[in-house]
């Protein structure tokens, strides 16, 4: 694809503009050195517009610009689900889950089951989430984003993909190390800005394309009236992707698994709430994402189904020359995750592609960061401090975050480009981390709301979720791995339970965690926000079920 100069500038000015800012707004102030507050929660010094834009900008990446349009190539609307139930998911987290924490005074989620459980059990999740962030989201982030970059601004032969790797990690690290949540939280003010602008770019000209007589409207009733089966959110158990999104399990199964794991008990997301103001800003923040959740489907799903559209050619879309030989791999399968790019390299003019190059990066980038962060945040906290320098000072914590940040980041990008083709990559994601989030959404459930849990049960709760996870996978089995996901996590609750209730001596356990009526009181704003939110979801569903 060839660039013209006001793409480069745009682009350039952008990369500049983004670093400078994450480098200002992390400078020390004088007289006080970085401390540990300052550079792994900001401070607890944000805002509940900067908390909502920095979660979305850290949620949003190529994961779902690339993998989430290519499902929506495969599947249609119904992997907005994962977009739409968040918004209701983060209702639930910001009034239930985020006062406990809060009130903890939490750097990091293992921290949590340190203070509820135990400290061995905190450790054994610890390491968990270093490895999961290392091996399965930064490793993926890099090569999706590195995938995008190659299709779009080189010849999609793969040629790009280690020197993409190489810059995405430096722009990334370039701020994030050295300034910490601060650059992260409000350089994803402007992320978020650019991602959404450039998505809604690109959503716009490619159905105001999909058509030979043009108009957006024409392209809306063109892909609604010639894709109706891709508008539907519900499958049906004829529906070759039921598998994957199995009908109403999204609405009352096992998706439920995923997202409360996701946003109430990941470290790279729930970081930026621990880090607010107070608990009314952090609930307003989290509810502020939801809304922005509610238009996500607009900007990575529909492309795909637009892509899907001009695939197949039915009667009244735009000829497009070589589309078929652009989505068929050498395999002859179907190459959904090219979706996305394939829209910009098409139908962005000059003068628009470096914006929307700009808020593709914008998501990786700030994705990128985020997991650095939280990846550095638990090393230093729940590993390094008390297991290798229990006196350590807060500037060595300080440099052993920015150091561990940089291996994780180095480890990853080695690793990125041996993923390969991996097809539908976010349903692969989804479904490979749902073998291990049932068991340590079970532990979490069970330690914040009953106070009978032991540390014991919680234990060996998480160690036999795992096989019964694998048993469930097995095709003897043959459920969708959605389903799999919420019968791996009851399990999971009833052997915690009875081990709780076999094992021991106390009424309740010691650390059990005392709830009343006043730790889930919420304030106006809050209030009227999930309200419209939940109102929006019904209309949703109910037009598109």
Not at 255 to 284: D, P, T
Not at 438 to 460: D, R
């Amino acid at each position: 694809m060839k660039f013209s100069i006001v793409d480069i500038i745009v682009f350039a000015v952008y990369i500049i503009g983004i670093v400078s800012l994450g480098l200002w707004v992390s400078r020390v102030k004088r007289g006080h050195e970085k401390n540990t507050e300052d550079y792994f929660l900001a401070g607890k010094s944000l805002p509940w517009w900067a908390i909502g834009a920095s979660l979305i900008a850290a949620n949003i990446s190529a994961e779902q610009f690339i993998g989430m349009s290519g499902s929506g190539f495969a599947i249609g609307l119904a992997i907005a689900s994962y977009e739409w139930m968040s918004a209701l998911t983060l209702i639930i987290v910001a009034k239930y889950f985020m006062p406990v924490f809060i009130e903890k005074k939490l750097y990091t989620i293992p921290e949590f089951i340190e203070q509820r459980f135990s400290t061995s059990l905190k450790t054994i999740l610890a390491v968990f989430w270093i490895a999961l962030f290392i091996f399965v989201n930064l490793t993926s982030v890099l090569f999706l984003g590195a995938k995008a970059i190659d299709t779009i601004i080189g010849n999609g032969d793969g040629s790009m993909i280690i020197w993409a790797i190489a810059a995405l990690g430096f722009i990334a690290a370039a701020y994030s190390l050295y300034g910490g949540l601060s650059a992260v939280a409000w350089t994803d003010v402007v992320q978020v800005i650019m991602l959404v602008l450039g998505g809604l770019i690109t959503t716009i000209l490619a159905l105001n394309a999909v058509t030979p007589d043009g108009g957006l409207l024409n392209g809306l009733n063109h892909i609604l009236e010639s894709a109706d089966d891709k508008f539907h959110m519900i499958l049906d158990r004829t529906d070759p992707e039921y598998f994957n999104l199995p009908g109403i399990a999204v609405l009352i199964g096992g998706m439920w698994v995923a997202n409360l794991y996701y946003w109430g008990f990941n470290q790279y997301i729930i970081q930026r709430a621990l880090a607010a103001k107070s608990i009314v800003e952090a609930q307003k923040g989290l509810v502020f994402a939801g809304f922005l959740k509610l238009i996500i489907p607009l900007i990575v799903v529909i492309p795909g189904i637009i892509a899907f559209v001009m695939f197949t050619q039915p009667e009244g879309t735009t000829a497009v020359k070589g589309v078929t030989e652009a989505f068929t791999k050498f395999d002859g399968s179907i190459n959904y995750d090219k979706a996305y790019p394939w829209l910009i390299s098409m139908f962005i003019p000059d003068g628009l592609k470096g914006v929307v190059i700009a808020a593709l990066v914008a998501a990786i980038v700030s994705s990128l960061a985020s997991m650095l962060n939280s990846t550095s945040t638990i090393f230093t906290m729940d590993i390094y401090k008390p297991y290798f320098n229990r006196n350590a000072t807060q500037k060595q914590m300080v440099n052993t975050g920015r150091i561990s940040a940089a291996i994780a980041l180095i480890t990853a990008g080695f690793i990125a480009p041996f993923l390969g083709n991996i097809p539908q990559m976010f349903q692969y994601i989804q479904e490979y981390t749902g073998l291990v989030s049932p068991g340590i959404l079970a532990v979490f459930l069970m330690g914040l709301f009953w106070k009978k849990a032991t540390s014991k049960s919680a234990i060996i709760g998480v160690i036999i979720s795992i096989p019964v996870a694998l048993l469930l996978k097995t095709q003897a089995v043959d459920l969708p791995w959605m389903d799999q996901m919420l019968y791996t996590t009851l399990i999971t609750m009833v052997v915690i339970v009875g081990v709780s209730l076999s094992t021991s001596i106390h009424v309740d356990d010691p650390k059990g965690i005392a709830l009343t009526a006043s730790t889930f009181k919420t304030s106006a704003p809050f209030n009227i926000g999930a309200y419209l939110i939940i109102l929006i979801l019904a209309a949703l569903y109910a037009v598109f079920w």
